[in-house]
């Protein structure tokens, strides 16, 4: 049964996310006090993100953007749209509805979607077989990153008939590349958006955003350097959040704010010498792929429990570090296309060589001592690499530890299952 699109989004934001942000201001529980005001103001954050898009849906000189990984918000914002980048949606179940999500992907396989796609699609399918997707939107897609959204993309145009744009992402990573990815979205997305919302582009507009979004990018970078520094500043749980932000919010002044605060109090620490706690760093590992979204307490426990902290996730680890040159249009969309190749999953569409190549020089930077590698049922491109990950792991005396699971759905690996991997590896490989 169709229902009412967006509700049960909207009920989670306004019945558990908004109280949530007081409480962590308030009465942050033990021991984390002294971080509260940051998941407060993260969370206040995300809050804004999905009323911003609830506005959108009801305000007929808006529209909302639904948009793939391979995409950066800057564009739909300089055009006035609420932006959801759609492959961050599950995540906003999985952390507070674990209900929504077996309903959602049940409901994609009863409509014939295959379970062996990856549950990012299926979720998403699901949302729109449910009608949760927010209406009075467009879609904005890519070759980028896998054939699990080529699957799904074109299923979600059909049954929501709304105007969606695809893109060819380059498979190389190199400046030619980026420029013909640049040279699509002059082309082919600016008329687009021009078309959906009937607006011109103002390219004032345009470089106000981005450069909004310069100044939280600078934050971001900033703060990821911070998580270099034994032990480091913030919780696995907090440093996942910069990231998180900026793919969902760059170009928001809220954004900006948020990670200027994050980034602030991470600074501060290393300063003064306090970026340990509240457990001890035994083990710094880089988690390659995604970490399961479904287990709120995992970084805190494998910190109390195992003395080991995730320092970075590498597929949210932005690999250009530089802010968008905002000289002409032509830089601005250059630098748009670095970031949306760059970001998170778009990164899964190189080859495994350069993908693991990337993974080592992460796990340098961040002077890790294990990965943890996540086996995603469904991602042919991750699981594919495990042979190659473990072969260069074992060539540098690299501790890795493969998990197969699905990282938005439970039923596949428990949560407990989940712990006692990882307990084992840590007990017995990392002692
Ligand atoms: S996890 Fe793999 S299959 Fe799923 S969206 Fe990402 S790249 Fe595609």
């Not at 999905?50 to 948009?67: G, H, P």
């Not at 467009?138 to 799904?152: E, L, Q, R, Y």
Request: charged share 25%.
């Amino acid at each position: 049964m169709m229902e009412t699109a967006f509700q049960r989004t909207m009920e989670i934001t306004e019945g558990f996310l908004k109280p949530m942000v007081d409480a962590f201001r308030e009465e942050m529980p033990p021991p984390f006090e002294e971080f509260g005001h940051l998941y407060a103001a993260a969370t206040a954050e995300n809050v804004a993100r999905y009323q911003d898009i609830a506005a959108a849906m009801v305000d007929s000189r808006r529209k909302v953007a639904l948009f793939e990984f391979g995409l950066v918000p800057q564009p739909f914002l300089a055009f006035g749209c609420a932006a959801l980048c759609l492959e961050t949606y599950p995540l906003f179940f999985t952390r507070t509805s674990m209900d929504t999500v077996y309903d959602f992907i049940e409901a994609a396989e009863s409509a014939g979607v295959s379970s062996e796609i990856c549950s990012t699609d299926r979720f998403l399918i699901g949302a729109a077989v449910k009608g949760e997707l927010p209406g009075n939107s467009f879609f904005v897609t890519s070759s980028s990153p896998c054939d699990g959204t080529h699957v799904a993309y074109p299923i979600l145009q059909k049954m929501f008939e709304s105007p969606m744009l695809y893109l060819d992402a380059p498979y190389r990573y190199d400046r030619d590349a980026v420029r013909y990815y640049a040279g699509q979205l002059k082309e082919q997305l600016i008329p687009f958006l021009e078309g959906v919302t009937g607006k011109r582009l103002d390219i004032d507009l345009l470089r106000e955003v981005v450069e909004e979004s310069n100044r939280a990018y600078e934050h971001l970078c900033d703060v990821h350097d911070t998580y270099k520094v034994v032990p480091a500043p913030h919780n696995g749980f907090l440093r996942l959040v910069p990231y998180l932000l900026y793919i969902s919010g760059a170009g928001h002044p809220g954004t900006t704010h948020t990670l200027k605060l994050l980034r602030d109090d991470a600074v501060r620490r290393v300063k003064e010498g306090r970026t340990g706690g509240p457990f001890e760093e035994r083990h710094r590992a880089l988690w390659v792929h995604v970490t399961p979204t479904f287990d709120l307490e995992l970084f805190q426990w494998m910190e109390e429990q195992l003395g080991a902290m995730v320092v970075s996730n590498s597929l949210s680890s932005s690999a250009i570090l530089e802010p968008i040159e905002t000289e002409s249009l032509e830089s601005m969309l250059e630098g748009i296309a670095w970031q949306g190749l760059d970001m998170t999953m778009s990164i899964m569409r190189y080859d495994t060589e350069k993908l693991i190549q990337f993974s080592l020089n992460t796990y340098e930077d961040y002077r890790c001592d294990c990965m943890i590698v996540t086996q995603h049922v469904g991602c042919k491109s991750i699981c594919g690499a495990q042979g190659m990950i473990r072969r260069v792991c074992r060539e540098r005396e690299i501790p890795v530890l493969f998990l197969e699971m699905d990282y938005n759905d439970d039923r596949v690996l428990s949560k407990e299952m989940l712990r006692n991997q990882l307990e084992d590896f840590f007990t017995t490989v990392m002692e």
